[in-house]
C-alpha cells in the first residue's frame, strides 16, 4: 500500500491527516471549514484515494490557515506516498463537466511544484467559504507534493459547481497519475532516471 501520514501542528492549526493511494474512496474529513470537508470528500472518491483529516484550527479569525495547512499536509503525505514514483504513469488529466460548469485538469508527477490556474470566480464567497482560498490551497498542494497542476475553467457561472468540478477532476487526474503500469513497474518515469 502506497500510503502517507502527516501530524503538523503549529500555533494556528493542529493538523492529523492519512492518505492511502491504494484505497477506495474512503473518506473521514473534519477540517472545521465545512465547504472543504465537501471538497476533500469528493477530491478523496474521484481520486479512489482513502483520506482521514482532521484539522482544529483558528476559524474565528478566517478559513485560511486550516484550508492553507491543510494542503501542506495533504502534498505532504501524498508526497511520502508516491516514494520514488517508480512504476507510476506519471501524467493524469481530466475533463470534468459540473452543470453549466467544465474544467480542465491536467496534473504531472514531476517532482516540481508548479501550479497554473486559470479559474476565475463568479462570487467572492461559497456559503461562507471565500473562493479565493481555492487557489491557496492549491498552491500550498503542489509545492507539498512536488506536482505541476494545471486548471483551467472553459464554462461556468455558478461558483459552487466551478470549485466542485476542480476537486472531482483533480481527484481524476491524480487517480490517472499515479496508477501503476505493469510493463513500467520497476521504472521511474522520467530519462534522467529520477524525478
Given amino acids: 500500500m502506497r500510503q502517507g501520514s502527516v501530524k503538523r501542528t503549529t500555533a494556528e492549526t493542529d493538523i492529523e491527516l492519512q492518505l492511502n493511494l491504494d484505497g477506495t474512496g474512503k473518506a473521514q474529513i473534519d477540517t472545521g471549514v465545512g465547504f472543504l470537508d465537501h471538497m476533500l470528500t469528493l477530491l478523496s472518491r474521484h481520486g479512489r484515494f482513502d483520506l482521514a483529516v482532521s484539522c482544529k484550527g483558528d476559524v474565528y479569525v478566517d478559513d485560511h490557515h486550516s484550508v492553507e495547512d491543510i494542503g501542506i499536509c495533504?502534498?505532504?503525505?501524498?508526497?511520502?506516498a508516491v516514494?520514488?514514483?517508480r512504476g507510476i504513469k506519471r501524467y493524469g488529466s481530466m475533463l470534468l463537466p459540473m452543470d453549466e460548469a467544465?474544467?480542465?485538469c491536467a496534473v504531472d508527477?514531476?517532482?516540481r511544484g508548479m501550479l497554473v490556474m486559470d479559474m476565475p470566480m463568479t462570487a467572492q464567497k461559497v456559503g461562507t467559504f471565500d473562493?479565493?482560498?481555492v487557489k491557496e490551497f492549491l498552491l500550498a498542494?503542489?509545492?507539498s507534493a512536488n506536482v505541476t497542476l494545471h486548471v483551467r475553467k472553459l464554462a461556468g457561472e455558478?461558483?459552487?459547481?466551478?470549485?466542485?468540478?476542480?476537486?472531482?477532476a483533480l481527484g481524476r487526474a491524480l487517480c490517472e497519475a499515479v496508477a501503476?503500469?505493469?510493463?513500467y513497474a520497476d521504472e521511474i518515469p522520467s530519462t534522467k532516471g529520477v524525478l
Wanted: hydrophobic letters at 50%.
Fill in 74 to 80: 495533504l502534498g505532504t503525505a501524498f508526497s511520502k
Fill in 83 to 85: 516514494g520514488d514514483a
Fill in 102 to 104: 467544465l474544467l480542465l
Fill in 109 to 111: 508527477i514531476s517532482g
Fill in 131 to 133: 473562493t479565493e482560498l
Fill in 141 to 143: 498542494f503542489v509545492r
Fill in 158 to 168: 455558478n461558483a459552487h459547481h466551478i470549485i466542485e468540478a476542480c476537486f472531482k
Fill in 180 to 183: 501503476i503500469q505493469a510493463a
